[in-house]
Every structure is written in C-alpha cells, then in structure tokens.
C-alpha cells in the first residue's frame, strides 16, 4: 500500500511523493496521521539540513502530531484501533540517570520523530515499541482536538520554560518574541494570574496579532523597552522570557528586572552569536535568577493537554493557517517568512 510523504532529502530539498507505507512488527504502532504542525526546528532543518540526511537517506520531518491508531501491536495495551491518540515526540534510552527521573529530554542518546528518525509529514508514521513503553504514546484526553493534540508539543516546551519562572499570582510578565511560542507563554502567564502581562517584537503586525488573540496581553513596540518596563510596572518585572534567538535581548533583561526577578532564555542563540556579555551585578544585588530551558519531557506534554482539556488555556486560536500534505511547500514558506503562526497540515 503506498502513501503520501514529505522527506527531506538535503538543504531546501522537500520532496512530496509516494512511498511505501511502514510495515510494522508485532510490538510496534502504525499511527494513521491526522494534524502535523509545521515548527521553526522543521524549517531550521530544511533551511540547513541535518545529520544524516542525503540523497540516499531522506528523512521525514515533523515532531508536532497526532492521529487515529491503523494497528496497535502486542505492547500497546490498552490501546485500541481507531483510538485518538497524541504522541509526545523525544525518545530516551530509558536507562540514563536523566531518563530515570524522566527527563526524556534531556538524554544524551534521545530519538526524535521528525529529527533522527520519521516523522508525521506523511499518512501514516510508525510508533516504536520504546515509545510506547515509555509513556509517549497517549489517548488524547476529551475535549482536545487533533490540531490541538500537534501544537501541545510546542505548548509543552514553554511550559517547561514556565516552570522555571514560579510565576505568582499578580506578577508582571514580559515575554519578548511574539511568535507562536511567545504567545503559549504569554497565555501560561495569564493562565498563572500574572498581573500585567506585556509583549515585546520587532513586528508591529505581530504584535497586534498578540492583542487580538487576548486583550490583557499589553504590547510595545518601539526603543525605550526599559521606560516602557519602568512605567508600567512598580520597580521592574518580576519574570522575563526571551522567546527569540537575540543575544541583545538576553543582555537587556537583566536590566529589566524587579529585586527577587527571574529570567527564562527560552530562545537558544545562532551559534556564532552565543558569547553574551552580561552585567552579572545585575544578578548579585537583585537577586535574580536566571534559568534556561529546552524541548520537554513527557509530563510536561500530559500536564499541558490537560490544561487544553480542561478548557484554562485555549490553543486553537494559534492555528492561523491549514493544508493538504501535497501543498506542504506553501506552509513551510508561510513558516519561514513568519507568515500568521502555526501552519498546520491536516489528513
Ligand atoms: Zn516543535
Ligand atoms: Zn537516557
């Protein structure tokens, strides 16, 4: 049986077209796709391929999906066919003193759909037996959508940043990078009851974009942040989340903050760029705390699609554009330009 797919193949070489579909062994789930969401680390791979990746070896990308279960092998109990069903994207060794505390994602052997093995851009994608004994495989809670269940993976990433904030009710927010990640920030922090929760871009038009999505978000655009900050807030912020690639917004947080402040450099920096000078008696007499944070582990992607099904942090509005798999070069353009926010590919 032959399916639709779309594999990279080297730098700018996406190529749709038909291949076989994945047989599977006894142990192992074949997934028929219904939403993959396209995501900046898919264009990062397309714009500058990956390792791995030739002519000889095309790899399907996208990590953010879900779908309905085609066959469910001997180690999917309690999984059925036709069940809806989410799948959390990185894969650890199980083994690892990270993977024991179950940080699966922070495994120095992890796999990850779309990454070092396929991913969702196709109809049908194969579920190792791994990840279904590790708890990656999970019927998607009533209440979340399909296109919903894809985008949870990005969800899951901030509020793994989120976390690292401890954001109090009636705290001041600022979340600079008013893309799609930006946004799941800024709906966390509101989610939390921050008081005031301001964004900060480079785009005007995003940032409108931002305000229309929830009124309480306050947007600045312009080169007084630091007024605007000092303004509209008692002595600074109390949380401060980069969610752009910006060595010099990194730098300027510091300066940002309240006594007691904490910082999430959500966004990592373009390699060349990642030396940063910061005023470290910023950190010493404020206090402060600065944290980093990246991908998610698979309690994070739970607790987030709770949140979704719950009906406290609605994700839907972040789907701005959807397509056929066949017109998957429009979404990735749309996506590279920064055209609306997630792109989703529906099957
Ligand atoms: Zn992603
Ligand atoms: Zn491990």
Known sequence: MKMLAARLYGKRDLRTGEIEVPSINENEVLLKVKSAAVCGTDIRMYKNSYAGIDEAHPRTLCHEFSGVIEKAGNCAQGFGEGMRVSVAPNIGCGICNRCVRGDFHLCNKFTAFGINMDGAFAQYVVVPEKAVRQGNLMEMPKGVTFDDAAINEALSCAY??????????????????????????????????????????????????????????????????????????????????????????????????????????????????????????????????????????????????????????????????????????????????????KNVIQM
């Open 160 to 341: 793994n940043g989120f976390l690292k904030c401890d954001i109090k009710p009636g705290e001041s927010v600022l979340v600079v990078g008013a893309g799609p990640i930006g946004i799941m920030h800024a709906k966390l922090a509101l989610m939390a009851g921050a008081g005031k929760v301001f964004m900060n871009d480079l785009s005007s038009e995003r940032l409108d974009a931002c305000r229309q999505i929830d009124e309480r978000i306050i947007t600045y655009h312009g080169d007084s942040l630091k007024e605007f900050v000092m303004d509209n807030t008692d002595e600074g912020l109390d949380v401060c989340i980069t969610a752009c690639p910006s060595p010099e917004v990194q730098q300027a947080a510091l300066g940002l903050m309240d006594y007691g402040g904490r910082i999430n450099f959500f966004g990592g920096l373009p390699k060349n760029k990642e030396n940063v000078s910061i005023n470290t008696n910023i950190i010493h007499y404020k206090q402060l705390i600065v944290t980093g944070s990246t991908r998610a582990n698979i309690a994070h992607f739970r607790q987030t699609l709770k949140f979704i099904s719950e009906g406290i942090l609605d994700v839907s509005d972040l789907v701005t554009a959807k397509f056929e798999l066949k017109d998957i070069h429009i979404a990735f353009e749309m996506a590279e330009n920064a055209v609306g926010l």
